[in-house]
DNA sequence: ACCCTATTTCGACGATCGTGGAAGGACCGT
DNA sequence: ACGGTCCTTCCACGATCGTCGAAATAGGGT
C-alpha cells in the first residue's frame, strides 16, 4: 500500500461516525449490512450516512452491494491487514529489532487457547 | 486504546506532512531529530512543521525534548503498536478467524531467517 | 547586556470537512 | 403505471484544517 492510499483509509478512520459505522459493518461480517440499518443502528440520518459510507467504500474499506431494494456493505479485511501493515512496516523498514515488540501484541489474538501450530 | 485516542492517532497519520515527519522521525530512531531539521530535511517552513509535530505530539506518536537550543523529538514506538491493536482487535472482536490471515502478515517480519522459536 | 539561533505561538487566509434538508434515482409489489 | 421503500446526489451552511508571515519565547555565545 502507497502513502497515498494509507492517507486515504487513515483519513477514513479518523472520524468518530465512519469509525464507529466500520466497526459495526465488521461485526456483521460476513453477512453484511445495509445502509439503513447503519444509519438507523447509529441514529445517523440515512443522506449523512450514505456520505460517510461513500467515503469508507472509496478507501477500499468497505465494499458495497445491491439486494434488491437495500445495498448491502460489506468490510474488507483484506485492506484492514494492509494498513496495519504498512505502519508497522512503517517502524521496521530497516530496523527489524523495532518491529518485534509490535507483532508480539498480535500473536496472542490468533491462538486464544494454547500455541504449538505452524504460524505460531 | 479507547476510540477517543485513536481517532487522535489516526488523524494525526492522516495528513501526507505528517505522515512524512512521523515517518523520518522513525527513521531517526533511538537518537532523534530537531524540529529544524524535519522542516529543513522535508522543505517545510519552520512554523507549519513546528504545528505539525506538535499535533503529533498531542497524539502520543512522538515526545519533544529540549536539547540546548534545538527541541529533538523522537518516535514513541508504543503508540504505533497500540494503533495496529487497535484496528486489528477491531477485526477479531468476538471473532477470532478473522484474525488469523491478518496476524500472519506480521510474523515474517519478526523472525526473517527462519522459524521455529517459542512464538512465531 | 546584546545578538544570534532554534522553536513556538498568534493571527489570518483559503480550502476542505461534517452535516442534513430537499430532490433524484433504483427497485419491488400491486 | 403508480405508490412506497431504500439509498444516493445536490446544495448550502458552519466548523475545522493546513499554511505561513509576523511576533514572541527560550537558550547559548561573546
Do not use: G, N, W, Y
Given at each position: 500500500m502507497e502513502s497515498t492510499n494509507?492517507?486515504?483509509?487513515l483519513a477514513a478512520l479518523?472520524?468518530?461516525?465512519?469509525?464507529?459505522?466500520?466497526?459495526?459493518?465488521?461485526?456483521h461480517?460476513?453477512?453484511g449490512l445495509p445502509a439503513g440499518e447503519v444509519a438507523r443502528l447509529l441514529d445517523v440520518p440515512q443522506n449523512t450516512?450514505?456520505?460517510?459510507?461513500?467515503?469508507?467504500a472509496r478507501a477500499g474499506?468497505?465494499?458495497s452491494e445491491r439486494q434488491s431494494r437495500s445495498i448491502v456493505y460489506r468490510?474488507?479485511?483484506?485492506?484492514?491487514?494492509?494498513?496495519?501493515s504498512f505502519l508497522v512496516n512503517d517502524c521496521c523498514g530497516g530496523r527489524p529489532e523495532l518491529c518485534e515488540p509490535l507483532v508480539a501484541e498480535?500473536?496472542?489474538?490468533?491462538?486464544?487457547?494454547?500455541?504449538g501450530n505452524a504460524c505460531c
Open positions: 494509507a492517507i486515504d483509509v479518523a472520524q468518530p461516525t465512519r469509525l464507529e459505522a466500520f466497526r459495526l459493518v465488521m461485526q461480517e460476513p453477512h450516512m450514505s456520505t460517510h459510507l461513500a467515503i469508507l474499506l468497505i465494499s468490510a474488507e479485511i483484506d485492506t484492514v491487514r494492509q494498513i496495519a498480535f500473536t496472542p489474538c490468533c491462538t486464544p487457547k494454547e500455541a
